[in-house]
């Protein structure tokens, strides 16, 4: 196996964050199911926008939130996503470079391609977020978009869940899979939503079973993956499967599974948790830095808790603190 | 005079604020004023967001926060300022009326119109913000904009002083004051920055003498309105001129001036001065949300150091909280 340029590259829809605090009332009036991720169109995306609060735009995406946390622990990462030649698609590029990331997949430029992805998330006094998605142009990632140099280069290569909505993108995942494989690479992958396992269930299956070394989870969708309600036994199923499962339990915490152990990391307190958007997403960032720097995984599990504290502290899912500062200060890294 | 339907009307630039940290060497080799406002044109916006951090976007302009924090208030306000038809005039109308502000200055749509106008703003890790505002379509305000009727309907006028930057805006603003002051309306200005002044001091100059009755302004900007190195001297000008002048002074509190009496306000003490951006607007806020009901002026005093503290903790000018409910929580306004 080569030498590895990047230490991970993301795959993902590339979305902007269009972010604003309501009242637990007003998901119910609008049927929105909360703490889940909901596909929307265009219409529904302009009439919800319509009835929300004022709001902030700040970038987000799942893998791209993690290639952007793995940057500010001082990683060299890397992302695949597709925007449209607009306004939100220079914000999220512009965001992604400055935080560090490559990032080199050419703007949707052809007559009559969809904006650039949105999502609508709705912030209740609890911080839990709800997240109503226009994918737009990230449904137009394809296999030409996958870029097997950068693949070959990245000791992992990390795909979000949220990718098996768009259909084309599936094809791109698996085609990424199977570069990465090939190349002697990693492979991770990330199950996103409950809802999103629900509606994708048997690709998930078959997509671990073809060769994904490192597994994120909450413990809801490792249950709705296995079909079970016992913990336990999901656990047994995905260390059959995985080198490594990584499953989060918010308040409570993470496990991390391998075919030898189970470690239990407790969540990093967390004074005033303001927005859970991108809490996975930064916890996959912190394991996968402390991964690929190779690190014992009771130090990755604390990377990946400091990350997600960090990100429930404020609004939006881009780490607004210098995430190897902080690990240093808290004494998990060495200055 | 009539009944009024409005508690305040602003009249200020429409502008979306585009925030990233930055270091302050980042300050120094880009030449930029520490705590300023400094205008900039497209190429020098387009290579500072090239060279600047990830960033997130919140409606701004001076005006339009405070307006957005009186109706936090529970305050009956409405705003005029020029978008261009694109995507941050769609946001900066979003974020304004779902605030509950009355917005409905039409967006700019003529051939070859200027596209909204935006400020880069960098906040170093003391909280301190640095403006670098493209004005856009906001320099077309002009005098066809100015809707006498709601000018008639509002209790106050309240104009920015960036405002005197733009042309055709100046032109605006003293036909503004004029319609305010014959409809026997109250008309308040703030001064909004030192270099700002210093560019319009003679206009700035005769503007009050005409006829403002409300003056605010921190401390440097009134030195630097009367030429003078003496914050008595330069109140002793002021209360000639104005019947209420407010002066902010930082940590230090405010002071406010009439003709009469001094009242010395402390600043509301916050723990974490995470971004100074809007603090001026959010005092004038609560300020005028106080005047307009009525209270007295030591209340008015503390309602806009309560909305001051809260804008400075967290990043943009726009409250994340309900301000009514913070003043009743600290008892400063009953439930």
């Not at 693949?151 to 098996?164: H, K, N, Q, V, W």
């Not at 470690?263 to 916890?283: H, K, R």
Request: hydrophobic content about 40%; proline content about 3%; aromatic content about 6%.
């Amino acid at each position: 196996m080569s030498r590895s340029r990047y230490d991970v590259l993301g795959i993902g829809n590339a979305i902007v964050d269009v972010l604003a605090r309501c009242e637990d009332r007003f998901l119910e009036d609008n049927n929105l199911p909360k703490g889940h991720m909901r596909l929307i169109d265009a219409n529904e995306a302009d009439r919800l926008y319509r009835v929300m609060g004022p709001a902030m735009e700040i970038s987000g995406g799942s893998a791209a939130n993690s290639m952007a946390g793995l940057a500010s622990f001082g990683g060299k990462s890397a992302f695949i996503g597709k925007v449209a030649d607009d306004h939100l698609g220079e914000v999220f590029g512009h965001d992604l470079r400055a935080a560090g990331v490559t990032y080199r997949t050419p703007a949707a430029t052809e007559q009559g391609c969809l904006p650039t992805a949105r999502s609508m998330i709705l912030v209740t006094p609890d911080g839990e977020r709800t997240m109503n998605t226009f994918l737009g142009t990230s449904t137009q990632l394809g296999i030409a978009e996958i870029d097997a140099e950068l693949i070959r280069d990245a000791r992992i290569t990390y795909l979000e869940g949220y990718l098996f909505d768009p259909p084309e993108a599936r094809e791109a995942f698996a085609e990424a899979a199977r570069i990465a494989g090939e190349a002697g690479r990693k492979v991770s992958l990330s199950l996103s939503d409950g809802f999103c396992v629900d509606r994708h269930r048997a690709a998930f299956r078959t997509l671990i079973a073809s060769g994904v070394d490192i597994l994120f989870a909450n413990e809801d969708e490792l249950l709705s993956l296995y079909e079970t309600e016992d913990f336990d036994q999901a656990c047994r199923e995905a260390r059959k499967e995985c080198e490594l499962v990584a499953v989060t339990r918010g308040a409570a915490g993470s496990v991390i599974v391998t075919p030898d152990e189970r470690i239990i990391v407790p969540a990093e307190p967390v004074s005033d948790v303001v927005d859970t958007t991108g809490a996975g997403d930064l916890y996959a960032a912190g394991f996968l830095y402390g991964f690929a720097k190779g690190h014992d995984l009771t130090r990755c599990g604390r990377l990946a808790a400091l990350a997600a504290s960090e990100i429930i502290s404020h609004m939006g899912a881009r780490p607004e603190h210098d995430l190897k500062q902080l690990a240093v200060d808290r004494g998990i890294l060495k200055g």
